[in-house]
């Protein structure tokens, strides 16, 4: 299987949306740059390029006037 490779951004932005996904939190931009340690501006670029490599995909809010923003949710890396 081909190993998928990340810039050093990407790979903290990835670690970020998967420890809290394990905290069972909510993956938002803002608590996704909260937990890289990066700017929201700064996850931007990462977030849709991990979500081009199928290691992110991206979920509105599924209730109509509760929309806090896109979450991010992890796939596994193999």
Do not use: N
């Amino acid at each position: 299987m081909q190993q998928v490779r990340l810039s050093d951004t990407e790979e903290r932005v990835y670690r970020a949306v998967a420890a809290l996904e394990a905290r069972g939190q909510v993956p938002y931009p803002d608590m996704i740059a909260q937990e890289s340690g990066l700017s929201e501006e700064e996850i931007h670029d990462p977030l849709r390029m991990l979500t081009e490599k199928k290691l992110l995909h991206r979920e509105d809010s599924p209730m109509a006037g509760l929309d806090f923003g896109p979450r991010w949710c992890a796939r596994q890396m193999a």
